[in-house]
């Protein structure tokens, strides 16, 4: 029965191990390729639509602007415990006239992506304990608490 149930657990394992790797992508396939096939001042707002697809994004300013983005991520070894690792990070931004044409286009790819540094600084509190704003602050709190008054004092 021993024997039977490690056979099992054994064999559990090996099936649901997988040699390949899980590439998950969001966004429009092979955006570089396509971003190249646009033509400015030649392409108008069809072209682009049967070439790119619908945007992911469209903005509407002066100027029309479709973003169409590609992303693909890949599971990392069992090491790593499954954390996902960008492979592909690109952003296509498309800015069309008033009358439909490609008027400029811009591509950036994962090596033009900036980083982005978050200062961990905390604001320390300006007041003591004998100071007039926490003198106010605790009679504020006192009378929250305690609306009519009838609460004993310690």
Same mark, same amino acid.
């Given at each position: 029965? !021993?024997?039977?149930?490690?056979?099992?657990?054994?064999?559990?394992?090996?099936?649901?191990?997988?040699?390949?790797?899980?590439?998950?992508?969001?966004?429009?396939?092979?955006? !570089?390729? !396509?971003?190249?096939?646009?033509?400015?001042?030649?392409? %108008?707002? %069809? +072209?682009?639509?049967?070439?790119?697809?619908?945007?992911?994004?469209?903005?509407?300013?002066?100027?029309?602007?479709?973003?169409?983005?590609?992303?693909?991520?890949?599971?990392?070894? /069992?090491? !790593?415990?499954?954390?996902?690792?960008?492979?592909?990070?690109? /952003?296509?931004?498309?800015?069309?006239?008033?009358?439909?044409?490609?008027? +400029?286009?811009?591509?950036?790819?994962?090596?033009?992506? %900036?980083?982005?540094?978050?200062?961990?600084?905390?604001?320390?509190?300006? =007041?003591?304990?004998?100071?007039?704003? =926490?003198?106010?602050?605790?009679?504020?709190?006192?009378? /929250?608490? +305690?609306?009519?008054?009838?609460? %004993?004092? +310690?």
């Amino acid at each position: 029965m !021993k024997k039977i149930f490690i056979l099992l657990l054994i064999s559990i394992i090996i099936t649901s191990c997988n040699v390949k790797k899980n590439i998950s992508h969001h966004g429009i396939h092979q955006l !570089k390729e !396509k971003n190249e096939l646009l033509k400015i001042g030649k392409s %108008n707002k %069809n +072209d682009i639509i049967d070439i790119l697809g619908p945007p992911s994004v469209i903005s509407t300013f002066d100027n029309d602007l479709f973003f169409y983005i590609e992303r693909k991520t890949v599971t990392q070894s /069992v090491i !790593k415990l499954g954390q996902r690792k960008l492979l592909v990070n690109n /952003v296509l931004v498309v800015e069309l006239d008033n009358r439909g044409l490609l008027l +400029d286009k811009s591509f950036y790819d994962l090596n033009e992506m %900036n980083e982005l540094k978050i200062i961990s600084n905390k604001t320390e509190v300006d =007041y003591q304990k004998s100071s007039f704003i =926490y003198d106010f602050l605790s009679s504020m709190r006192q009378k /929250v608490n +305690d609306p009519l008054g009838k609460r %004993n004092r +310690d």
